[in-house]
């Protein structure tokens, strides 16, 4: 593959029974016939076995993510789903970011619509820094939005595992945690929505390796998603 493409590694994660859909290209231009250059899906569960890489079709518009994982597997955990796709720089200015939706059959909730996180990607394979440490950020709404909230956090690396700490903030105080994730693995990290009497205001995330990672927010009783949003970045 010519080393002229540039790279876009990101991820998202399945659950059963919901209506999940990827808009591979989201800046799509019809008159530009914008299309990657090639799109490459492996499937992994929470311990970080490979159930799958089925093939898919760089210029397809929409991915069913629900047909793809029960085409590919018998599995009705969670699924990781790792998107790496290479496209033209001089097609894309900037990198085609993935959006998705999805929607839990027969569910009172809103339906959902989010950008896949990127985990690297965007320019050329040019990361060379390895002592530059990530720092994600999500700040959440005073007014409740869910009655239980979590992280989904998941590990891209190829064959180190990479330690993170998560800082949860309730007014004035903050709550450590430390996680390590081995490669290809991903875990739901709870978030107690109170702490000391204090709502959940923000949470942190820092690790010298960018994870995939997504604020969750579920329904109490029946667990149903009605927040799905990634972290906001930071570099220092």
């Known amino acids: 593959m010519s080393s002229s493409l540039s790279a876009l590694l990101s991820g998202t994660f399945y659950e ?21 250059e090639s799109l490459d ?16 079709d760089p210029g397809l518009e929409i991915l069913d993510l629900g ?21 033209d720089e001089a097609i894309f200015p900037y990198r085609p970011h993935h959006y998705a939706y999805f929607h839990r059959a ?7 619509y989010y950008a896949v996180n990127a985990t690297l990607g965007g320019v050329p394979d040019r990361v060379g820094a390895t002592n530059i440490n990530n720092f994600e950020t999500y700040v959440f709404r005073q007014r409740p939005f869910a009655e239980t909230y979590s992280l989904l ?19 004035s105080r903050r709550v ?23 709502r959940l205001a923000r949470v942190e995330v820092k690790a010298l390796f960018r994870l995939l990672s997504y604020v ?14 990634h972290l906001f970045t930071y570099a220092k």
């Open 67 to 87: 047909a793809l994982v029960r085409g590919a597997t018998d599995t009705r955990e969670r699924v990781m789903v790792v998107l790496d796709a290479r496209y």
């Open 106 to 112: 027969g569910s009172t909730a809103a339906p959902l």
């Open 176 to 198: 450590a945690r430390d996680v390590t994730l081995a490669p290809k693995c991903h875990a739901e990290i709870p978030l107690p929505a109170e702490d000391g009497g204090e």
């Open 216 to 229: 969750v927010g579920r329904r109490a009783g029946t667990g149903d998603l009605v927040l799905f949003d």
């Open 153 to 171: 956090l998941g590990c891209l690396a190829r064959f180190v595992p990479v330690q993170a700490q998560v800082f949860a903030y309730y007014g």
């Open 41 to 56: 899906v492996a499937l992994y569960d929470q311990d970080g076995a490979l159930l799958a890489t089925p093939a898919v």
């Open 16 to 36: 059963n029974g919901y209506d999940h859909r990827v808009e591979i290209i989201h800046q799509r231009d019809a008159g530009a016939h914008r299309r990657l």
